[in-house]
């Protein structure tokens, strides 16, 4: 049997991006593709955020993150506010540090008490960081288009990897554009050989950007938290913005700032509890 039945999860959301959180640092257990999966068709969700025992001293846990096709992600920044939502909601804690198989993760209790933050890291932007399929020099913007080729229909996107890889189309109106449509053939494109979040991105001033996501293995999203900080570091990098913005996703805000002294990106904003369940051992029959 799966040592998934039975074990109890917590459902929640980070400004509605769909997430659900795991604890099993009690049980010697890796979830597998096909457990995530069918944890998704019971409980829908965006991200699943696993927590597993500590490697390391001064680590509350090592997180797993996947989305909800059962692949595995290095980052999802409003999954990881859930996450210290929950943890020092139990503990009492104001401040901690988790791992995630992009490294060190610190996080603390904001300037409100409904407000969470997350260290996101520093930003990479290296055409092999990203990762992308050819060498780009310059990755502020790259040579990418989809529609004909006189008259593109989006173009030239930034690209960043924040744990994870993101391209960041510019626009008008991020409302303008059949996302649900392009965001598959984005994701997927040949030049990103592990695919990519794709964002599109409208700079209101240079304090505060909209912008709309499709996730990587989890589709349209209301949010993407390290979308909002790849987004933040690709407008500040080409001079468009401040190094602290106002970021306004569909499900709601986030603060994004990129830290003058050592480049780490900073995103603040709420996490919302939803209902606690368990899952039924049923769930699993047919899983690997
Ligand atoms: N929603 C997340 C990002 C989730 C991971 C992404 N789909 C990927 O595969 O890279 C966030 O808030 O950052």
């Known amino acids: 049997m799966s040592a998934l039945a039975n074990h109890s999860f917590v459902k929640?959301?980070?400004?509605?991006n769909e997430i659900v959180v795991l604890d099993l640092r009690d049980v010697k257990h890796v979830?597998?593709?096909?457990?995530?999966?069918?944890?998704?068709?019971?409980?829908?969700?965006?991200?699943?955020?696993?927590?597993?025992?500590?490697?390391?001293?001064?680590t509350e846990a090592f997180i797993r993150i996947y989305n909800?096709?059962?692949?595995?992600?290095?980052?999802?920044?409003?999954?990881?506010?859930?996450?210290?939502?929950?943890?020092?909601?139990?503990?009492?804690?104001?401040?901690?540090?988790?791992?995630?198989?992009?490294?060190?993760?610190?996080c603390w209790q904001g300037p409100a008490p409904d407000l969470y933050t997350v260290d996101m890291g520093v930003p990479k932007f290296g055409w092999r960081d990203i990762?992308?399929?050819?060498?780009f020099?310059?990755?502020?913007?790259?040579?990418?288009?989809?529609?004909?080729?006189?008259?593109?229909?989006?173009?030239?996107?930034s690209v960043v990897n924040m744990g994870n890889p993101h391209a960041v189309f510019w626009v008008g109106d991020i409302h303008a554009y059949d996302l649900e449509r392009f965001g598959p053939l984005l994701e997927n494109h040949p030049i990103f050989p592990e695919r990519a979040n794709i964002t599109l991105a409208h700079i209101i001033d240079r304090d505060h950007i909209e912008m709309r996501t499709w996730e990587r293995g989890a589709g349209l999203t209301k949010a993407c938290g390290?979308?909002?900080?790849?987004?933040?570091?690709?407008?500040?990098?080409?001079?468009?913005?401040?190094?602290?913005?106002?970021?306004?996703?569909?499900?709601?805000?986030?603060?994004?700032?990129?830290?003058?002294?050592?480049?780490?990106?900073?995103?603040?904003?709420?996490?919302?509890?939803?209902?606690?369940?368990?899952?039924?051992?049923?769930l699993f029959a047919s899983v690997a």
């Open 12 to 16: 929640m959301n980070g400004i509605g």
């Open 31 to 58: 979830v597998t593709p096909d457990e995530a999966r069918a944890v998704a068709s019971r409980v829908p969700y965006d991200q699943l955020m696993v927590l597993q025992p500590p490697r390391l001293d001064g």
């Open 68 to 106: 909800n096709d059962g692949s595995e992600s290095g980052a999802c920044g409003n999954g990881m506010r859930c996450v210290v939502r929950q943890v020092f909601g139990k503990t009492g804690q104001a401040s901690a540090t988790f791992e995630t198989r992009a490294g060190l993760l610190n």
């Open 131 to 135: 990762p992308l399929a050819e060498e």
């Open 137 to 157: 020099r310059d990755t502020r913007y790259i040579e990418l288009q989809i529609g004909p080729i006189d008259a593109p229909i989006l173009h030239s996107p």
């Open 226 to 282: 390290s979308a909002a900080c790849a987004t933040a570091v690709a407008a500040a990098r080409l001079k468009r913005t401040n190094r602290i913005v106002q970021m306004t996703l569909p499900g709601g805000e986030l603060t994004i700032e990129w830290r003058e002294r050592d480049d780490h990106v900073l995103m603040t904003g709420t996490a919302t509890f939803e209902f606690e369940g368990r899952f039924e051992p049923s």
